[in-house]
């Protein structure tokens, strides 16, 4: 079974860009978590999405957004880039309803220049 | 969710048993407790959980006291692959409304040594 699936794994950008992420869950896990992990804050909740809802949000402003698909598959975009959204991010699938075991994919480095 | 307090950092002998405590002393009745591990760049990995009972897998075994103000992750022969940070989380899962959150402290950095 393949695991959770982020795309891309390492992307530069300038502040002031934008930038969108995306993350495919494990087969038939239909709720995906958001996260961003930096060496002063640790790891942080960003969202989370079921059925293309969003059920629960993090303290992040709102340049930071996400969606999901009816195929489960998640994206995040973070607008108007700054120096302090260089971070890991990671998606998380759930193995059912609020269950607490998350599935982490590898992550999406970004680094904001 | 409680808040959690771990040691910094741990070392641990290749092949002996890896006991990483956690404190919750905060804990409320419906809150279970999560370990998850990270091990350097990747993401977090599930390791187990438990409410009250004690749980054994084929990854590690959690020991909560009966008070549940606090528990112990145990690796029974811990390898250098399981050099990574552990995390202790404390909320409630089906019931609840943490949907995906997990609230990540610090961690305890577990080193194996050979």
């Known amino acids: 079974k393949a695991g959770v699936t982020q795309t891309p794994r390492y992307l530069i950008k300038t502040r002031g860009q934008q930038v969108t992420l995306s993350c495919s869950p494990i087969?038939?896990?239909?709720?995906v978590s958001w996260y961003q992990q930096t060496p002063g804050q640790g790891l942080q909740f960003l969202f989370e999405?079921?059925?293309?809802?969003?059920?629960n949000k993090g303290n992040f402003p709102g340049r930071f957004s996400g969606r999901q698909f009816s195929n489960s598959r998640s994206e995040m975009n973070v607008s108007t880039l700054e120096l302090g959204d260089s971070a890991l991010y990671l998606c998380?699938?759930?193995?059912?309803?609020?269950?607490?075991?998350?599935?982490f994919g590898e992550g999406s480095r970004l680094t904001v220049l | 969710d409680a808040k959690t307090t771990q040691p910094t950092s741990m070392d641990c002998a290749e092949g002996r048993a890896a006991n990483l405590p956690c404190n919750h002393s905060?804990?409320?009745?419906?809150?279970?407790v999560y370990w998850y591990r990270q091990i350097h760049s990747q993401g977090p990995q599930y390791i187990i959980h438990?409410?009250?009972n004690n749980e054994t897998n084929e990854m590690a075994s959690l020991i909560i006291t009966e008070d549940r103000k606090s528990s112990t992750l145990i690796l029974p022969h811990a390898t250098l692959r399981d050099t990574a940070v552990y995390y202790c989380?404390?909320?409630?899962?089906?019931?609840?409304?943490?949907?995906?959150?997990?609230?990540f402290g610090q961690g305890t950095i577990l080193t194996v040594h050979p």
């Open positions: 999405y079921f059925s293309e809802t969003q059920r």
């Open positions: 989380i404390v909320r409630l899962n089906a019931g609840g409304t943490s949907y995906g959150k997990l609230t």
């Open positions: 087969s038939g896990h239909r709720s």
């Open positions: 438990g409410l009250k």
């Open positions: 905060t804990i409320s009745g419906n809150e279970y």
């Open positions: 998380a699938s759930e193995t059912g309803p609020n269950t607490g075991e998350l599935f």
